[in-house]
């Protein structure tokens, strides 16, 4: 472990992954040794498990959803002094082995995104939420002035930089992917992509599952989308 | 507007304008939201006299009726004072979220602190029973 590695810390936002968890702090903590699990007020014992894996635990009081987690992370992260977060899934469909490529990226940016998409492997995906990650993706892309391949990762590596936007009060909580990337960069931070794998969800658990989320996602990010689009370009150094 | 369904307009915006001034006095509801509700209150306690007003008025404002005219009215004033309490809501959503997040990690750092025994724990009796604390506190 070098001294770069003892600033980095990793977020995993949990809710109700109790089975999971332990494996991927397990898997990530053979790379970043310091985890950080928020615990979004889960039912089950994901929090105990997380902290028997050997990762620092915080719970939320009340259910907060994916970006009040993960923002709960980036606030702890600035506040202890890390230089660098990577933040991933706790279902164990992100590939920890990927988190190096990332925190390489970090070199010339300061957001790098765990792309799906990039490489011969692409990922996956149900033909309609592929159509969406596309077309939203093109949006962000056209309005951050940078290449995004996937505008929907959760899997991402963070600057200090990038951290600070993170905390600051126009960062979003209730959308937190295309808007975000798009805010970000207008904001001053440079986006760069990373392949990644992405391993088969086991669980059978999706965020956008059913008719209605997925509607009243596409609503809820356009509308992001086009505030994002209204917020003042920053000139870059 | 006859004179019976005058009455009857301003019987039910008494009523509602009583009901919007006991839970205000209740303190139910806060005084800064009681306003909107009390003046609404008012407004629909003098419609009577605003369904004359719109009587003289449609025709000049190219309305078909004075209904219409108040209809257009009334939605466009409950359209706008919701989106005044929605902003409001959201403000109160944004805090309670900060919030959680601080208690979050402020219970961490309780947790982290009490398991390096910097701190002790708290004395029980405090919070079972708060009446006693304040004896305590009085005593010293």
Known sequence: ?237 | MTLTHAILAMCLALFFLIFALRITISGHLRIHYALVWLGIGVLAFTSPFLYDLASLLHEKLGFPTASTQLLMGAIFLLYLICLILTKSVSHSQRERIRMAREIALLEKELKDLKASGAVDEPDKRCGLDPAHCRSDIRNT
């Not at chain 1, 949990?14 to 991927?24: C, G, L, N, S, T």
């Not at chain 1, 992370?73 to 590939?95: P, T």
């Not at chain 1, 492997?121 to 939203?136: D, H, I, S, T, V």
């Not at chain 1, 059978?204 to 599952?209: E, F, V």
């Open chain 1, 1 to 237: 472990m070098n001294g770069t590695e003892c600033k980095t810390l990793a977020i995993i936002p949990a809710w109700q992954e109790e089975k999971a968890i332990a494996d991927v702090v397990a898997g990530v903590r053979r790379y970043i040794p310091n985890v950080l699990v928020v615990d979004d007020c889960s039912a089950d014992r994901t929090g105990e498990v997380a902290k028997a894996a050997g990762a620092q635990v915080v719970r939320h009081p009340i259910n907060l959803g994916y970006g009040g987690a993960v923002l709960t992370g980036f606030l702890f992260a600035e506040r202890q002094g890390y230089e660098k977060v990577v933040y991933l899934d706790a279902d164990g469909q992100h590939d920890p082995a990927d988190i190096p490529r990332l925190l390489a990226g970090l070199k010339s940016a300061d957001i790098c995104i765990g792309s799906r998409f990039m490489g011969e492997a692409g990922y996956k995906m149900p033909f309609l939420r592929l159509l969406g990650n596309q077309l939203f993706g093109k949006i962000a892309q056209k309005l951050a002035g940078c290449k995004i391949t996937d505008c929907t990762s959760g899997f991402r590596a963070v600057s200090k930089k990038g951290m600070q936007f993170y905390n600051s009060p126009q960062c979003p909580d209730d959308v937190f992917d295309a808007d975000m990337l798009v805010l970000a960069a207008r904001s001053g931070c440079e986006i760069t992509n990373a392949q990644v794998t992405m391993r088969a969800n086991t669980t059978g658990k999706s965020m956008h599952g059913g008719i209605v989320k997925p509607l009243l996602y596409i609503a809820r990010m356009m509308v992001g989308l086009l505030c994002a689009a209204t917020h003042t370009r920053k000139s870059k150094p």
